[in-house]
């Protein structure tokens, strides 16, 4: 009986831990809403570790433009509360070793969403950014519909619960949403658009928890950005083309939204003279000739003319083809699917040698499905690119293939909901 009470007082003590643990992670959270000056330091320590990994506290000092014993004091505090830990000496040749300090994975977990039009992908990542669950392609018809809402925040729900975490410790889901996002209001404009409320706010109170949303395309940007092919570059876009076409643009390291967060509607730029009613309502978008679903609409215009295709006889069945299948079949050598392909990259490129002579970006990703069609898709941009940009300006411009490939989505929505919580 004695054994039993000292265990029940134990659970009690631990119980208490956990919920005072929680509520001073909470309680730093309301700080920084409210705009402490102490919590917005703190906040700007946090975005470093993000960004920089760990570090001692003498960079950090100079980094922040702050004292030695002020970064201490901070530093301090934020090791007690358990959003910092002590990784121990930094080994360096002769000297006093200084201490190395970082984020302490276990002080909150993020949960990105990814939503695709066949399925969804939801991941979840620890303070420190490591992917500790990751769920791809869970059975999801998309439809921009009450009931298409409701099944999405029913998928995640059940991914949750699964979940073998504190609950209490998830500090902020963020959701992938083609089109129109304005992610500082948490508006969508192009999807679940059902309400006067922001779409962040419906879904925050569907879930239970804290819930921003950003644009898909933006996303993968910022997956690349922070854990792909990005290797200190600052100034980048990204190319997502995937069954639409959009792009990710980051200035001087940060993530370029514009006024309202519509940046990157590249897709609807009107280039081409045609009669083909974009799904925006417009004629003639680059969409209509670059993109996935212009891939799917030639290459069923061109089988039913008469070419040949290893996909000519899925082509004739009732059940819609899927643009995986098509990609699928130019990976193994398809004739026509490859030759679509190619004639969508020449296109593609001819408008990419726009933005370089613009922007004069460092790095240029090609991303989105149509990405893992691998040489098929970028010797063609490659090519049209330098012949249609200036010399002086492609020449500083990398063109690479995305390498976080259909992971770039998830790992975007992962690593937005960990620093909407923290950046500026």
Known sequence: MQNETKYLKYLYICSALTTNMAYMKHN????????????????????????????????????????????????DEMCEDGYINDYGKLETSGGRHPNLYGLNPESGYFIGVDIKKFAINIG??????????????????????????????????????????????ILNINVNVSGRVNPESGYSFSQFNFE????????????????????????????EYMQGCVKGEKNIIFVNVSWGLGIGIIIDGRIYTGKSGFSGEFGHVSAYENEIICHCGKKGCIETEASGSALHRILLERIRNGENSILSDRISSEDPITLDEIIAAVNKEDVLCIEIVEEIGQKLGKQIAGLI????????????????????????IKTAIRKYSLNLVNKDSVILTSKLKDKAGIVGACMLARSRMFED
């Open 28 to 75: 730093l959270l309301k700080e920084i809403e409210m705009g402490s000056k102490n919590a917005l330091v703190k906040k700007r320590i946090i975005t470093h570790y993000i960004y920089n990994g760990s570090s001692t506290i003498t960079d950090l000092s100079k980094e922040m433009d702050l004292s030695v014993p002020t970064v201490t004091k901070f530093i």
């Open 124 to 169: 979840l990542i620890n303070f420190k950014g490591d992917m500790m669950e990751l769920k791809m392609n869970i059975p999801y018809q998309f439809e921009n519909s009450i009931e298409g809402l409701n099944e999405l925040c029913k998928l995640i729900a059940n991914f949750i619960k699964k979940l073998n975490i504190n609950k209490e410790k």
């Open 196 to 223: 006067e409320r922001p779409l962040a706010d419906v879904l925050t109170e569907k879930l239970g928890y804290k819930v921003t949303i950003d644009n898909d395309t933006r996303a993968m940007t910022y997956g």
């Open 357 to 380: 002579n613009i922007f004069n970006p460092e790095l240029v990703i090609i991303g989105g499905t149509l990405s893992l069609t691998g040489d098929y898709i970028t010797q063609p």
